[in-house]
């Protein structure tokens, strides 16, 4: 039996034991985490889809980097364009990062001077000509290049269901092209007559409406309307064009005509991507809104009939869209990365001629570099092949969302769109709100 | 055994001499030394994870701050801005709106329910687990599941509809006008089995013979569930309907699981509001605001909650 005073000077030794080990392993967690991690061990961030793409060149890297490691860190589309600008510039930061150039994240990282500049490899791999300039100025932020793109798409395409076509007795047009909205209107008009719902579309997905609105404004604004609409945000610019004005509004209202006009299923405004390529797959919408990514997702659900695709009219007959290019997912280094070294290493030998042709076979994603063209890659497949073969034809559109930060384009745009078709708000109250949104975020962020 | 008690007893004599000097004795000092390193560890996660957020809540509500980098210190302007600003408002009222329906809802329900069972209606043991199984469910699924249940033509409901002719081509979700009727709608699904059990448990705490002296002087069933099975739970019931309607204030997940707050700003409540604010336009300041004007409607709400759920059982 202990007296009291000996079990006081228990509980101080039991107190002060736990607290000396409880130091300790704190001590060699903090050990941990700050060595363990930085000499062996490379984290990647990486979205699911592109996970056999990236462990094909996590491959090869170890094999070149004996005794180095690489952890993939999986990101959701959400984290992306989200949360992950916070794990970016946190004590935890990967060593490379994806950052796609029009989230809000990456305006708040290089406001921050959170990112490294990547001018080195930029050097090294050729970026400049590889990228051609216009997709490599548009990369930089002050002329500088925080970012490297790894890969690349086009959006706004209409895919549709063949079988469909046929049995409303509708001929697709042979350029791809529909015409004019009254065109569009009896194609979607014959095929409500056969039991078909219009052109599906993920209404509630945040940026789909904003997609519709970059292809409407690259055909039917003025060449220098839409520079102005797609720069005016950044320092140095004058806006010239308002968001009030007809060269914008004009692209809402067709968007709007077409939501009046049934284009689009019942329920449209309610219905997330998969619930849209469900209603396509499943026959009961004969076209769907999307991009040269689709094909390997639409054929992966086994449809059942053939498809091909379209493009939608333009507000101005005879001046019909034409895809639009996104070059916006993009490799980045956080200043706190644990090997900005080997990041970089990582990031060259993702952008080599062969590992692009490599991801490109794999995902179905286009090369970010002119240097690997996709007509020599076959299993990108025939639609994939058409759609790029078309735009060498026809060129290519710039996506407004697809270049202004996320905060003014697509995050704001959509949920507002969603108002004029849902009628709670008319195109003027939109223009107006968008007006004011440029303002604020010109007066907080660039200027 | 002996020396202990002792000890003891001479510890409590010293303990009464101090005392009446105005002095703790030392078994007063070992007792508050010892309630002391008992609490602790409580006090001290506590503090680390309620005072500390809650103070850098505070902080960034009263700072401008993308999230990334330093914060500026601006006063009260987020707090102005965010109380003048249409959409927050709009986030608030659809927040009321979703806490007291589906609040009120799930406690009717879920008071029906028990009232069922504890009646002894057949197969009452069955509806104890199947009527639980809703709660059990992760809201993500939830959401997901009744999204897609009620899309027009393919989803489950509207086909049930079609079948009785009433038409299936209902797009509830798709208009502003209604969609937050079927989010307050799924949150009462979601939440009655859990109020169900917490509301059976209290209605099987009331004395039988309070319900056979009832029956002896002539009292119906619906007589006797109003005059003395609903007063007698009703402190459980205010607890229920208090808890039920601030975790539907915050129902995050079932919102963006089923409308990403759409369409447009229909069914926007704060949490929405407050995600969007800080992750999609990188305004930290007023997302923090708006979880702290948030935080504090829900606390004023708790204590009248728990006020009047104490009196009324004073009351009785």
Sequence with gaps: MQSPAARRGALRRLVATGVAAAIAGLSLAACSSGSGGSDHTLTVQVQAAQVPAFKNVVAKFEAQNKGVTVKLQTLTDEQKITTNGQIMAGNNAPDVGIVPTNAQSYTDLIKAKALLPLDDVWEKSDLESRYGSAIADSLKSNGTPYVVLFDKTLYNIIFYNKTAFEQAGITAPPDRQIASNDDLYQIVSALKGKGYEGIANGGNDGYRWGWMLDAQLYANASKSAFDDLTTSWQAGHKQKVKYTDPEFTDSVKQIKDWYDHGVFPEGVLGQSDDQAQALFT???AAMILDGAFSPPEIDKEKPGFEYDWVLMPGATAGKPTIPTAYAGDTFAIPKKAKNPALAKKFVELFVSDEMQAEQAKITGALPAVTTVDPATIPSLGEKVQSIVAYTKDKGSGVGWTSVLP???????????????????QTIAQLAQNQQQQFETFTSQNAR | MSAPRAVSASGLAVEATSRARGRPGPLQRRTSRAVLVTLLPGIVALVLFFGVPIVELVRTSLSSWTGIGDEEFIGLRNFQQVLGD????????????????SAIGICVLATILGALVSAGIRGSRVYRIVWFLPGIAPPSAVAVFWSLSVQPHSGAVNAVLGALGLGDTHAWLAQASTALYVVIAVAIWQGAGFAFLVILGAMEEVPVSAYEAAAIDGASPLRRFFSITLPLIRPVLSMVVLLEAIWAFNGFTLVWGMTKGGPGDA????????YKDAFQFGNFGPAAAIAVVGGVILLAFGFVGQWLGSRKAADE
């Design chain 2, 267 to 274: 069914t926007a409540i704060l949490p929405v509001q407050v």
């Design chain 2, 86 to 101: 249409t959409a927050v408002l709009k986030a608030l009222l659809n927040s009321v709106l979703l806490g007291t329906g």
């Design chain 1, 406 to 424: 996320g905060g003014l384009a697509q995050s704001f745009f959509d949920p507002q769109m969603q108002k004029v078709l849902g009628g709670q």
């Design chain 1, 282 to 284: 499943s026959g009961k």
